[in-house]
């Protein structure tokens, strides 16, 4: 276990073993294939470097997030908040978030996210609140309906 | 037709690949020409003049040529095998990490020759001078970010100055130290040290690089200098290690 600081929060991670978990089963776009998470996976790669060198020491990569929520049309692009199980305890919390990169805030928690199919235990999670452009050539408003997609994520996830 | 021009180089293999039926790519670091790809005919064959040169870690002189992107290898004499750590597994794990972290930083047809004694004295450290790995590990990763570029601020707080912080982080994203109260808000992932392990890391920043090893830690100390150069190399340079996670794996 490796012992993190990051302002208010202190936490233990299992570097290796959560960098484990995500070479297994992670992928670009946290299981699932609409629009919008493909959208994440084009235009992540346009974000500071400070984003990606926050998780790297976690064991966690920013092209593989364990799951990725979207929030709609915020400040000329979309609202992203991708979050990553790590494994390990969250020692002590802080509240809200703290900023990594201009207009990237990060933060931690336990009770986030789906259950992800075999990640070790305990865990809690890491989010990254962010915008990123609409880069993908269909627009973001006809994007299909992402129900389907759902069946595809389960793979990945079970229930709590 | 014109004749073939040699190039006589020393390189330690920083990692090889097996391709075709009986030939390796290398992976070369020089001081010269920094990391560049050498193809080693025939290398997998027993009777190969130059097989022990093309095995990962050895140091040798190369006689190559160029033809069009690659270089490929004509001779190969062996000047350093670092044999002790071929009879012990985690150093040599060690080695190999050390081996994937310098072609992390080393830049393709650059001179590099600081980068490559620091890469041979590590080596040396743990093959002949059999130097605790624990100790290597840290003191080694540091270094190498100082002589890529990434030094760390380590002589005091980088928000209120003290020289000795209070309950000491080093901020392995900014590459700062700070106080564990000073500039919680601004400041990015942080690794817990103490002054045990604060002194070491300003040894292997700011001392002497032929004393590089010549420090003692141990305990907590010694896992929070190693947790703290580890985070920082991850961060800094972006990426994992495979290397590095079978080494640790071996620790358990």
Known sequence: MTEFVFGPYRLEVDVEATRAWYDQYGDATGGCDCAYCRNYAAAVGGLPPEVAAFLRPLGLDLHKPGDIGEYGPRQGGRWYQPLWHLAGRLLETGEGELPIAPGVTAGFATDMGPFLRDFPEPCFQCWISMTLPWVLEEPADEAPDDSDNEAKTLDRRTEP | ?252
């Not at chain 2, 980088?158 to 209070?166: H, K």
């Not at chain 2, 040894?203 to 305990?219: A, M, N, Q, T, W």
């Open chain 2, 1 to 252: 037709m014109a004749e073939r021009a040699y190039i006589v180089t020393k390189g330690v293999v920083l990692r090889e690949t097996e391709t075709k039926e009986s030939d390796k790519i290398l992976t070369l670091l020089t001081a010269e020409r920094g990391k560049i790809s050498v193809i080693a005919r025939g290398a997998r064959r027993k009777g190969c003049r130059y097989a022990a040169c093309a095995q990962q870690l050895a140091y040798s002189e190369w006689t190559l040529y160029q033809k069009g992107d690659w270089y490929y290898a004509n001779e190969g004499a062996t000047a350093e095998l670092f044999n002790g750590l071929r009879t012990d597994l985690e150093a040599l794990a060690l080695g190999c990490y050390f081996a994937e972290l310098t072609e992390a930083v080393a830049a393709a047809e650059s001179p590099a020759g600081p980068l490559l004694s620091h890469l041979l004295n590590g080596l040396y450290a743990l093959s002949a001078l059999h130097k605790p790995p624990a100790l290597v590990k840290p003191a080694f990763e540091i270094k190498l970010l100082c002589l890529a570029g990434y030094e760390p601020l380590a002589d005091s707080c980088a928000y209120c100055g003290r020289p000795d912080p209070e309950q000491p982080l080093l901020d392995v994203v900014q590459g700062v130290l700070r106080c564990r109260t000073c500039g919680a808000r601004e400041s990015a992932l942080s690794m817990p040290l103490c002054p045990d392990s604060l002194a070491a890391l300003r040894h292997i920043v700011y001392g002497d690089p032929k004393r590089l090893y010549s420090f003692r830690l141990e305990g907590p100390a010694l896992e929070r200098l190693s947790a703290a150069a580890g985070a920082f190399a991850a961060a800094q340079l972006e990426r994992g290690f495979r290397t590095l996670d079978f080494y640790k794996s071996l620790q358990t």
